[in-house]
C-alpha cells in the first residue's frame, strides 16, 4: 500500500505498482503518457444526467408489453449494482496500490463518474418509473429480490477476491483485480446497454442515458484497465501466461453468466432468441480478447445479426474516435446529448 506523502521519496518515473512515489502529482512530466490522455480524454467529454430529456419515456413506458418493462427494470436493476459496487472497488480497493500519480488522477475521476452514472439511475427511478408506474424503489431492491440478479450480482462481486477480508493483497490480485473491471465494464455493461439500446425506438431518452453512460465506460474505463492489467505484468514481473490464463477464464466466466442473465431477463421481448444473444455476447467477449491481446475464444460471431446490429448502430452514433488503447487521440467529443434516435 502507498503512502500518501512520502518526502524521502527519490523516485523520478513512476511504478503503477510497488513504487515509491513522493505523493505529488505532476502533470507535466507524467511516466506513462496514456494516463494522462485517458484522464484528459474523461474530462473533455464531461457530461451531466440533468441534461439528457426523459420526459417523452413516461408515456412511452405505458406503451411498453409487461416483459419490456420487465426486461427494462432488470437491466436496470443490474446496472445500479454494477455502478455501486465499481465506485467503492477503485477507491477502496484498487487505488490505494497503485503508484503511478496520473493513474491515481484517472481512479478519482472515474469513481466520480461511476457516481455519476448511479445518479442518472435515480432519474430514471424519479422521472421514469416513478411517473410511469409510481414505484421507483422497487429497482433498487431487485438485486435482493430477484434471485437470478442476486447470482449475478454475487458472482460479479465474487471475482474481486478476497480485497475485503483484510488478507494481504499482491501483484497478482491487482492485475486480476483489474480483469475483474474490466470484465464489468467490458463485458456486464455491454449487455445491460444492449437491453436498453433495444428498446431505444420507445424509450429514447433512456437510450440517450445509456448512450452517455456507454462513452464512459467502454471509451476511457476499459481502455484504463487493459493497459493497468499490462502495466502491472511489466512492473511487477509477473508470470504473464499464469495470469493470462486466469483472465481469460474470469472473462469466459462473466460472459457466460450474462448470456444467462440476458436470457432470463428478456424472456419474451422480440428480438432476443438465444442464439442471438450466445453470439452477442461472443461477440462482445471476442472484443475483450482482441484488446487484450489474447486469441479469440470464441469461434468468429456473426456481425451481421440483429443484436450486434443494435448495439453497433448506438454505440458508433457516439463514436468518439478515441483510440486509447494505442495511446492516440483523434477528436472529443460530447455531440450526443440532443441526438434524436
Ligand atoms: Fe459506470
Ligand atoms: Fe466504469
Request: glycine share 6%.
Amino acid at each position: 500500500m502507498k503512502k500518501i506523502f512520502n518526502p524521502e521519496s527519490t523516485e523520478v518515473t513512476h511504478k503503477i505498482i510497488g513504487g515509491d512515489p513522493s505523493g505529488i502529482a505532476n502533470f507535466s512530466k507524467p511516466s506513462r503518457v496514456i494516463y494522462k490522455t485517458i484522464y484528459e480524454g474523461m474530462l473533455d467529454r464531461t457530461w451531466f444526467p440533468s441534461q439528457v430529456d426523459l420526459s417523452d419515456d413516461i408515456k412511452a413506458m405505458l406503451h411498453l408489453t409487461e416483459e419490456e418493462v420487465r426486461f427494462y427494470e432488470l437491466t436496470f436493476g443490474k446496472l445500479i449494482f454494477n455502478d455501486s459496487v465499481i465506485t467503492n472497488r477503485i477507491m477502496d480497493n484498487f487505488n490505494q496500490y497503485i503508484t503511478d500519480p496520473i493513474a491515481n488522477a484517472c481512479l478519482a475521476r472515474q469513481a466520480f463518474e461511476e457516481s455519476l452514472h448511479s445518479q442518472s439511475y435515480a432519474f430514471i427511478g424519479d422521472d421514469v418509473l416513478q411517473k410511469a408506474n409510481g414505484d421507483s424503489e422497487k429497482v433498487y431492491n431487485l438485486f435482493k429480490t430477484d434471485d437470478m440478479l442476486l447470482e449475478l450480482a454475487s458472482n460479479i462481486n465474487a471475482d474481486y477476491g478476497s480485497f475485503d477480508d483484510g488478507t494481504e493483497v499482491e501483484a497478482g490480485h491487482l492485475a486480476l483485480g483489474a480483469i475483474a473491471n474490466l470484465a464489468l465494464e467490458g463485458v456486464s455493461f455491454p449487455a445491460g446497454f444492449l437491453a436498453i439500446w433495444s428498446l431505444g425506438d420507445k424509450m429514447k431518452g433512456s437510450a440517450s442515458m445509456i448512450t452517455e453512460i456507454s462513452k464512459d465506460e467502454l471509451g476511457s474505463h476499459l481502455p484504463l484497465y487493459v493497459n493497468l492489467y499490462n502495466h502491472i505484468h511489466t512492473d511487477a514481473e509477473l508470470d504473464k501466461p499464469k495470469y493470462d490464463k486466469m483472465a481469460k477464464e474470469m472473462l469466459i466466466r462473466a460472459t457466460e453468466r450474462e448470456i444467462k442473465f440476458l436470457k432470463y431477463s428478456s424472456e419474451g421481448v422480440l428480438g432476443f432468441s438465444d442464439p442471438s444473444i450466445e453470439n452477442f455476447m461472443h461477440w462482445v467477449c471476442n472484443e475483450r480478447f482482441r484488446e487484450l491481446g489474447f486469441e479469440l475464444h470464441y469461434s468468429k460471431a456473426d456481425t451481421t445479426d440483429g443484436l450486434v446490429k443494435i448495439f453497433k448502430n448506438y454505440s458508433q452514433l457516439n463514436d468518439t474516435k478515441t483510440n486509447f488503447f494505442e495511446g492516440t487521440v483523434k477528436t472529443y467529443s460530447k455531440q450526443n446529448l440532443d441526438m434524436d434516435f
